[in-house]
C-alpha cells in the first residue's frame, strides 16, 4: 500500500521510500532489478516507518546505495529506531533488523542523470512533512503528503493546526499544476474513487474529518461516519485512533 515512488534514468533509479515490511523491500529490490537498473539512491522523506523501516533489504540488495533524506528526519529517525521496531513486533518474520547508515542531504535535491527531484514542503506547522518535485517532467512525489482511496493517519498530525498545515501544503503542491502525481500511499486493488487526483481526494479526507469532527457526537459517530464517507477506503482500522487522538489534541 506504500507507494513512495521511484525515478528512474536510463542507468540508474532513484526510490522514495524502502516500504514496511522484509517483503516490500523484496518487492522494490526485484522491481529495480528487473529494470536493468542500479539503485543509487533511496531518498527518506518523511519519519513514517514504510518509508525506511525495509532500507536493510534493498542495501543488502544494491550494497553500492546511499539512504539519504533531510536531518531531522533522519535524526528522528536513529532516536526512535528502537520503539518503532517495538511497535511493529507483531510482523515477526517480516520485521527488519537493523538500521542502515543514513546520509543527511547535502542539499534539497538528488541528482539522477539530467532530473532534478527537488525536496519540498516542510513547513513551520509540519516541518517533516516533505515531497518531491520534478520539474522537466512535472512529477510530484506526495510521500505521506498524499493519500488515494486509503485513510490518512491522520493520529501522526493530531492538532488542527498540523492539519491546517496539510491542507495548505496541498494548495502549494496544486498551484503546481503537475502532470503526473505520485501519491504516497494508495489502494492499488480497490473499486476507484470519484475521482483519482490524490492532491484533491486527501483535501476531500482532511476537511471531511473537520466537519465531522466538529459535530457534537460521540467518537464512535465520528468514525462511523467517516467509513461511510469513504467506503472502499483501505486501512479502516486506522480512523478510531485518528478521531480519538484528534479529539485529545483540540
Known amino acids: 500500500m506504500p507507494g513512495g515512488g521511484a525515478g528512474a534514468g536510463q542507468h540508474r533509479a532513484v526510490l522514495v521510500g ?46 553500492e546505495a546511499r539512504v539519504v533524506g533531510p536531518a531531522p528526519v533522519l535524526a528522528r529517525i536513529e532516536r526512535d529506531h528502537p520503539a518503532v521496531r517495538a511497535q511493529w513486533s507483531d510482523l515477526g518474520s517480516e520485521l527488519p533488523s537493523r538500521l542502515v547508515a543514513l546520509e543527511p542531504l547535502e542539499e534539497d535535491a538528488v541528482e539522477l542523470e539530467g532530473h532534478r527531484l527537488e525536496l ?20 510530484l512525489f506526495g510521500a505521506a503528503l498524499l493519500w488515494l482511496n486509503v485513510h490518512p493517519r491522520i493520529a501522526d498530525s493530531p492538532t488542527a493546526a498540523e492539519r491546517v498545515a496539510w491542507i495548505d ?15 504516497g500511499h494508495r489502494r ?19 476537511r471531511a474529518f473537520e466537519t465531522e469532527l466538529g459535530k457534537p457526537v460521540d467518537p464512535e459517530e ?4 467517516l467509513l461511510h464517507r469513504f467506503p472502499s477506503a483501505a ?16
Do not use: K
Open 18 to 63: 524502502t516500504g514496511l515490511r522484509v517483503s516490500d523491500g523484496r518487492r522494490l529490490a526485484r522491481e529495480v532489478a528487473s529494470s536493468g537498473r542500479r539503485l543509487s539512491t533511496v531518498l527518506v522523506p518523511d519519519f513514517a516507518p514504510e518509508y525506511w523501516l525495509a532500507a536493510e533489504v534493498l542495501c543488502d540488495e544494491f550494497p
Open 188 to 206: 492499488l486493488a480497490a473499486p476507484a474513487p470519484d475521482h483519482a487526483d490524490p492532491v484533491a481526494w486527501t483535501r476531500d479526507y482532511l
Open 235 to 250: 486501512l479502516p482500522a486506522t480512523v478510531a485512533a485518528s478521531v480519538r487522538t484528534a479529539l485529545a489534541h483540540p
Open 222 to 225: 465520528v468514525e462511523a461516519a
Open 120 to 139: 519540498r514542503g516542510a513547513s513551520l506547522g509540519l516541518p517533516d512533512r516533505h515531497y518531491l518535485w520534478e520539474h522537466r517532467s512535472r512529477t
Open 169 to 183: 501544503l496541498l494548495d502549494e503542491v496544486a498551484g503546481l499544476d503537475p502532470q503526473f502525481t505520485v501519491p
